[in-house]
């Protein structure tokens, strides 16, 4: 009895917990079930131009704590290539592949569930640091990023009060402010700006005047990378460059923040960005445990033969969610949920 073959990618940006999850994949593959497992390099883009090669009890060892992901990836679009589907439905003939399991967030996820209606067997495995995914409650990668900006604003706090500075930290969250919200409230952020509530500016600078004039010298203001004023244009940043999923490359609203805060409140203003730093770096144990859930959950999806779904978290259980619920929707931060941010930084 012929054995199955498995190809495993990661799409997207990297994040912690990718290795654990691969680890998983593999281990239990060959352990349990006696699969072959191969590796797809670079997301996508690998099963579009061949580049694959096998996975062994070797391979995965020692990599659970590591950052980033030894396949490589990519945010190449299958959908925007020329001849890609054609090229990966050849490549997984050319070797054998039973079943791919793509490892990814939104985008890799999404072109899951549009080459599962191609006729492709396929496993989804929900990653990234924004946390803004469907079907899950948590997805791995997150729990590292939140503690990431924990630990930046406890540093900038300390030189935000001894210079009497006010500090903008912008992190990453493209259109929802998970990020922001778990990591300026645990952090203790004065003011937390998110891409779901549009802010006014003077607004902002109204509550920072307040807390000088309540004694407070100094303020710590989170604001994620989507975060847009509710009138002044000036403060978009959007970007000309897009990449193949057709998203704008954001970054610069805590730069443009800053020098408004500055303007409109005579209060000295620093920024700071952390840009990749969220995203590099060893998983949590959070992470990890999660990431292997979702890999071991992953691999028992493939052998019970259970294609066109998702692993997910919901109330602390692995369960299947079909891709096609997935498609084309996002997890952001409901009105409740920011309330509770609201309680330490509502305007006076």
Known sequence: ???????????????????????????????????????????????????????????????????????????????????????????????????IVAIGGEDTIGAAAKLFVEGINVVGIPKTIDNDLFGTEYTFGFDTAVSIITEAIDRLHTTAESHHRIMVLEVMGRHAGWLATYGGIAGGADLILIPEEPFDLEKVCQHLKNRHNKGKHFSVVVVSEGAKEINIGKLSTTAKQKDDFGHERLGGIGDILSKEIEKNTGFETRVTVLGHTQRGGSPTAFDRILATRFGLAAIDLVHENKFGFMVGLQNNKIVPVPLKEVLGKLKTVPPEFYDLAKVFFEYD
């Open 1 to 99: 009895m012929s054995t199955k073959k498995i190809g495993i990618l990661t799409g997207g940006g990297d994040c912690p917990g990718l290795n654990a999850a691969i680890r998983a994949v593999v281990r239990k593959g060959i352990k349990f079930y006696n699969y072959e497992m191969f590796g797809i390099k670079n997301g996508w883009a690998g099963l579009i131009n061949g580049d694959i090669s096998p996975l062994t009890m070797d391979s995965i060892s020692g990599i659970l704590h590591k950052g980033g992901t030894i396949l490589g990836t990519s945010r190449t679009n299958p959908y925007k290539k020329e001849n890609g589907i054609e090229n990966i439905k050849k490549t997984i003939k050319k070797f054998g592949l039973d079943v």
